[in-house]
């Protein structure tokens, strides 16, 4: 599904986030930037995406703030 330069766009990108995570003093911001970068990973290796955000049908993801 990805190619070589999607490939390499994704592990820049892993990297980055895995710095982030080091960086990161908030422990919730920590584990974002972590969870992404491990996402990103997977993608360099040829994963196929996967949602970062657990979807509910009885859950919405965007609400009117009501």
Do not use: C, N
Not at 27 to 40: L, S
């Amino acid at each position: 599904m990805f190619d070589d330069q999607d490939r390499a766009y994704f592990a820049r990108r892993a990297a980055m986030e895995r710095i982030s995570a080091s960086e990161a003093s908030d422990p919730a911001i920590r584990k974002i930037h972590a969870d992404m970068a491990e996402e990103y990973q997977r993608r360099s290796e040829g994963a196929e995406p996967r949602s970062l955000v657990p979807l509910s049908a009885d859950k919405p993801l965007f609400t009117d703030g009501s």
